[in-house]
């Protein structure tokens, strides 16, 4: 193996010691195994972070050295993210809050009578932004391959009225971790003039992202995905379309000047740029923190990381593989590349109450539900037995029954092998033996509440 990608230790990163309670009163070390939703910190970003905050002042408005210091680190952060998204020139990066806000942005931006294309099988984030613009939205139906993915939107563009189009599309299922063929989707939808949103908030944590390579035109990404919880993301990509457009907030920032006019109503000439969609008082800590995260990522190497991160989904998916009661989500079939990031049933199981189980009873954490893409994890459960909560468990129902949601495990460049050799133990013992504690459903949570009497149930 080459130096390039010699695996590489998993990195360090906040929580890694913590201790959590076990229904039992034991306490284990926690096992976050819900990297999808949000990733813990990464040690270097907290140091970075730490080191800075003394420094810390307001940006763009201080005539003094702590504004001005914070100012250069807020525009210095947008180089770094730029670098590491390998943009184009005349690229722009404009920090948000978060992915939901980047495409919520970007629909605000599209010029009128744009149709968008998206298939059913996006995260609420990037399904739903463009009707709530405003926008036609085609939805795309649930591909079964990489191949029919790329041949229904081909399709669908061919049959499209001609006009602005865009697609927007994943480039890492939340729910199964596959990738999706994003520069042959790009490909296809340049060629009927469409342009694309890539939403990277599951692939940017796990693989070297180039805009440029994939061609796509702008990418939106989350930093509490990206080791960096400080309440910032991004959507990068081409100015035209983000200059020509209303500005996303009115407010400070965002002006250029401000004058009141004669006939008494007050003339705005917004800026250009990313200041256009930054209205108010930036989060310059969550900004250096993304900046922080894209330079540890680019040290540390996405070919040793991604290298590591393929022995722990082989691994997973084998020992997954062993256990006959557990069913495997998947769009594209057994073999497709994922990344971190796999979902599953469990025969007999609620899911609710097996992730309950694997908390209180493993001290490992996962994420149960619909997980915001309710239109994909219908299609792969194939019914509908129990009405989903917005983005959670289902509505109560009983240990045992059958419920339309899945358990979803998760992780990174932070994970030690042994929190997948737990989970697997977990899993395997929890289908083998049952749960070693029963549970009640408390305000829509699955809790513990007495130990069952193995010998009674053995009797
Ligand atoms: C693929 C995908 N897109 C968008 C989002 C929304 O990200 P955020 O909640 O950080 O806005 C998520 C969050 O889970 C996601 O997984």
Redesign the pocket.
């Known amino acids: 193996m080459s130096l390039s990608t010699e695996i590489c230790a998993p990195l360090a990163v906040l929580g890694h010691d913590v201790q959590v309670p076990l229904a039992s009163g034991e306490k284990v070390g926690y096992a976050a195994l819900d990297y999808?939703?949000?990733a813990p910190a990464l040690q270097r970003v907290w140091d970075d972070v730490a080191a800075y905050a003394p420094y810390y002042g307001s940006v763009h408005r201080g005539a003094g050295y702590l504004s001005q210091l914070s100012t250069d680190l807020f525009e210095q952060s947008r180089r770094t993210v730029a670098d590491f998204l390998d943009l184009r020139d005349g690229d722009q990066v404009v920090f948000t809050?978060?992915?939901?806000?980047?495409?919520n942005l970007l629909a605000s931006a599209v010029p009128a009578g744009t149709r968008v294309f998206a298939f059913e099988t996006?995260?609420?984030?990037?399904l739903l932004p463009w009707a709530h613009a405003g926008l036609e939205v085609d939805y795309l139906r649930a591909p079964r391959s990489r191949a029919e993915a790329v041949a229904a939107l081909d399709a669908a563009l061919a049959a499209a009225p001609e006009g602005p189009k865009l697609l927007c599309v994943?480039?890492?299922?939340?729910v199964t971790g596959e990738l999706w063929p994003v520069a042959e989707l790009t490909a296809t939808a340049h060629r009927h003039g469409a342009r694309v949103v890539l939403?990277?908030?599951?692939?940017a944590p796990h693989h070297r992202v180039s805009v440029r390579e994939l061609g796509v035109d702008w990418i939106?990404?989350?930093?509490?995905?990206l080791y960096a919880p400080f309440g910032a993301?991004v959507l990068a990509g081409r100015s035209d379309w983000l200059d020509a457009a209303e500005p996303y907030l009115a407010g400070g920032g965002a002006t250029r000047t401000v004058a009141r006019e004669a006939d008494g109503s007050v003339a705005v000439q917004w800026h250009t740029g990313p200041a256009r969609h930054e209205a108010g008082s930036p989060n310059v800590i969550g900004a250096y923190a993304i900046a922080s995260a894209c330079r540890a990522l680019t040290e540390a190497g996405f070919d040793a990381l991604e290298a590591r991160e393929r022995l722990l989904v082989e691994r997973l998916t084998a020992g997954l593989a062993e256990i006959p009661q557990v069913k495997v989500l998947s769009l594209f079939g057994p073999d497709s590349a994922r990344v971190g990031v796999l979902s599953f049933v469990v025969q007999g199981w609620n899911s609710s109450h097996f992730s309950a189980a694997l908390s209180a009873e493993y001290g490992i954490g996962v994420r149960d539900g619909l997980?915001?893409?309710h239109p994909l994890v219908r299609t792969l459960l194939g019914d509908e037995e129990v009405a989903p909560s917005e983005c959670g468990a289902p509505e109560p129902s009983l240990p045992g029954e059958r419920s339309l949601n899945a358990i979803r495990v998760s992780f990174g460049a932070g994970t030690p092998d042994e929190h997948v050799e737990r989970f697997l133990t977990a899993v395997r013992e929890l289908v083998t033996d049952g749960a070693a504690w029963n549970y009640r459903n408390e305000g829509g949570r699955c809790v513990p509440t007495v130990e069952v009497d193995r010998s009674r149930r053995e009797g």
């Open positions: 999808a939703a949000s809050r978060a992915t939901t806000d980047s495409l996006e995260h609420h984030a990037s994943t480039g890492a299922s939340n939403d990277a908030a599951q692939l939106a990404f989350s930093g509490h995905k993301g997980f915001c893409a």
